[in-house]
């Protein structure tokens, strides 16, 4: 199993060389709900688990998806908390931080509390909390402010994260019993951003806050030769993302910031599901199981859902430190609904010309002026070494104007077709001195702009499905143990998935899988409309692009064909022990991410010259099936104890991960070790334990190298 950081921070996890997207993570059984988005995995959610609450953690390696259904192409991380002790007991747990510098005694600190009532007759509780501090990751330089104030670039989001929760049961009888779990994460993170000492590139403040509740109410129950579980689980997250801007240095309740961004997620899903073990006799254990499960999003980032609305939103509900402008009586806020279209290509694009002149014929093409504000930029209302057709059509716009009768009073003070003009591209000055504007065909322009300030399109999506499953374990004999599992599963998008497993050991020593997988498109990938970070100055002369997702609704499901076998062994004395494991995966409708070669350019009217480095435009990214890949790999495991305290182990995997179908695309997987060595020494001594382990990835980190220089050569 390999973990990595991606570009924004977070926490992946893959499996043999699985997409992160491939790896199940689940807790207690139930799979943890993340982002829209299923890409990067589920991974990060891990970083809400304190370990201090943590039981155990089972890991599956191989496809699982006919026991656990979509998503499970790679593997499984089952991650069990720690139930309601049956004994009383207090766990403690205080960590601190401090380096040089620091002005507290520790800045940064790990709190954990959690009480266990014991069994209280047919009951008992347990309640937890904590918090825990998420540390700033600094760039190498700092960046000074307008006001000469000296910041520090971070890297990555900061912050701390609080938890809240309960975990009970009550045996209603010895063989029946109820066990209820509740569970709150809420986070504060920060993030300040300066690529250059510009006095026209302000400071970049990102905010993310995010809500997460957890509820859960299960009931277990065994009778004669069966036992059965039945469980409802709902899970909801919240999260605000917010961009601030500002020329100096923070400054509360001063009026320093200037709302730029906003962005909302709303999550929920709904699962209920039951299952039951039946031996049949010596030899047959039969398992089985229904569920039913239901996902509704809702969000900023969703707006190529099936329905949309609009709202509006409050800039002082998201910063109480906004600037207003001496005479306003609105705080100042970029956060804009911005109307879209399609290019030739089918790709999104902004519709600055809609917004700028409000009008659309029958078949929603857009109705633009003689002489275009483009021109008006360049050409202004009486430049000189205006072209002589550019004057013309700027005269007969003019014209146009002054006639109509809507603009009668401007009219009359107007004494030349090229004034009107410039009244009309200049509306607040107009409305600002004679009360009035200068309308084409009825509307002002920028009128559909302004409407569309302090606006949301909202994207609301939901996601249904069912599934059945049964499963024999069969043991052949003393020697040999067999697990065919055939599972169903429909969803309202993708309609009937069927997957099989047929697993296999022998002695405990050989063993051997064969079985399929499917991984289901997220909302995200399906309904993205969502720009993920806009452009930036990086120093006086460089901007960094933005980046842009759209989604793919025509996305189909990845389905795989797994096969592995492996042979474990030890020595007679137990201080010597191995494992080898081949493996092959075969991904058809592979799902990757790629730039659709356009930009979304939220300020086409940006000099060239002057502004576009200042306001660069973001680079379009989606989502589409390449075809088929292939996974081959092999993983050998080696450990030794020295005595009772000290062992070791030594890792080796190698991946050999390729795209079969797509020309267009690497021929090998990106992000992908072909050698990894794992390496950890082990000390254990009177219930303590210690792990110092590492990994060593010689040609991934060349190869990631390779690439970074080829990026910057661009």
């Excluded at 399609?342 to 002026?369: F, I, M, Q, S, T």
């Excluded at 024999?472 to 969803?491: A, E």
């Excluded at 082990?682 to 382990?693: F, N």
Aim: hydrophobic content about 30%; overall charge neutral; proline content about 4%.
């Amino acid at each position: 199993m390999t973990r990595n950081i991606d570009a924004m921070g977070r926490v992946t996890v893959s499996i043999r060389g699985a997409e992160p997207r491939h790896t199940l993570i689940l807790i207690d059984g139930q799979p943890v709900m993340g982002d829209f988005a299923k890409y990067s995995g589920a991974g990060d959610e891990l970083q809400r688990i304190g370990t201090e609450n943590v039981a155990r953690i089972e890991i599956i390696r191989g496809a699982a998806s006919a026991k656990y259904g979509a998503d499970a192409i790679g593997g499984v991380v089952n991650v069990i908390t720690k139930e309601a002790a049956k004994k009383p007991g207090l766990q403690l747990n205080l960590e601190g931080r401090r380096t040089k510098g620091d002005s507290d005694v520790f800045p940064y600190a790990n709190f954990f509390l959690r009480a266990d009532s014991g069994q209280q007759g047919k009951f008992r509780i347990a309640a937890y909390g904590g918090r825990r501090d998420i540390l700033p990751v600094y760039g190498e330089k700092g960046t000074t402010l307008s006001d000469g104030s000296a910041i520090r670039n971070a890297l990555r989001f900061y912050g701390d994260i609080k938890n809240i929760g309960m975990t009970a049961a009550y045996d209603i009888t010895k063989n029946h019993s109820l066990s209820f779990s509740l569970d709150r994460v809420s986070e504060e993170m920060n993030r300040y951003v300066k690529h250059s000492n510009s006095f026209f590139e302000p400071q970049q403040h990102f905010k993310c806050d995010v809500d997460r509740d957890n509820y859960r109410i299960s009931y277990e129950g065994r009778g004669g030769a069966s036992d059965w579980n039945v469980s409802l689980d709902y899970a909801k997250m919240h999260e605000d993302d917010i961009t601030l801007t500002s020329y100096v240095a923070n400054r509360t309740y001063m009026g320093t910031n200037i709302l730029d961004y906003v962005d909302n997620v709303d999550h929920r899903q709904l699962s209920l599901k039951a299952s039951a073990n039946t031996q049949l006799n010596d030899n047959h254990l039969l398992s089985y199981g229904v569920g039913f499960t239901q996902e509704k999003g809702e969000g900023s980032r969703l707006k190529n859902a099936p329905n949309t609305y609009t709202r509006a939103i409050d800039p002082w509900a998201y910063d109480k430190n906004l600037w207003t402008k001496k005479g306003d009586t609105s705080p100042q806020s970029k956060a804009h609904d911005h109307a879209m279209m399609r290019n030739d290509a089918g790709v999104p694009k902004y519709d600055n010309e809609y917004e700028w002149y409000g009008h659309k014929d029958a078949n929603g093409k857009n109705l633009v002026p003689q002489f275009t504000y483009e021109e008006f930029l360049k050409y202004g209302y009486q430049h000189p070494d205006t072209p002589a057709d550019v004057a013309a059509r700027r005269a007969a716009f003019g014209n146009a104007l002054r006639a109509d009768p809507a603009n009668s009073y401007l009219s009359s003070l107007v004494l030349s077709p090229e004034m009107a003009v410039n009244y009309y591209y200049n509306p607040e000055a107009s409305r600002k001195y004679t009360g009035h504007t200068m309308n084409w065909q009825g509307k002002a322009f920028k009128d559909e702009y302004y409407a569309r300030q302090n606006q949301q399109t909202i994207g609301t999506a939901e996601i249904k499905k069912q599934y059945v499953f049964v499963q024999d374990t069969w043991q052949v004999n003393d020697r040999t143990l067999l697990s065919p599992i055939l599972r169903v599963d429909n969803s309202n998008l993708f309609g009937t998935h069927m997957t099989f497993n047929i697993g296999g050991k022998s002695n405990r020593r050989f063993k051997a899988n064969v079985g399929t997988g499917y991984t289901e498109p997220g909302m995200g990938e399906l309904y993205y409309n969502w720009e993920m970070y806009a452009g930036a100055p990086i120093t006086d002369d460089r901007a960094r692009l933005g980046r842009y997702w759209v989604g793919n609704s025509d996305l189909s499901p990845e389905k795989s064909v797994n096969f592995d076998i492996g042979l474990e062994a030890e020595s007679k004395d137990g201080r010597d022990s191995f494992r080898i494991d081949a493996f092959h995966n075969r991904i058809r409708n592979y799902m990757t991410t790629y730039f659709t070669g356009y930009l979304m350019d939220f300020h086409p009217e940006a000099d060239e010259e002057k502004t576009r480095l200042l306001l660069p435009p973001d680079m379009i990214y989606s989502f589409k099936n390449i075809g088929r890949a292939e996974i081959t790999g092999l993983e050998a495991e080696y450990n030794h104890r020295f005595d009772r305290h000290w062992s070791t182990k030594v890792g080796y995997t190698y991946l050999h991960a390729i795209n079969k179908s797509d020309p267009t695309m690497p021929r090998r997987l990106l992000d992908r070790p072909q050698h990894k060595i794992d390496l950890g020494v082990t000390y254990e001594k009177a219930g303590w334990r210690a792990t110092l382990w590492g990994e060593l990835l010689p040609q991934y980190a060349r190869q990631q190298q390779r690439r970074e220089q080829r990026q910057l050569s661009r």
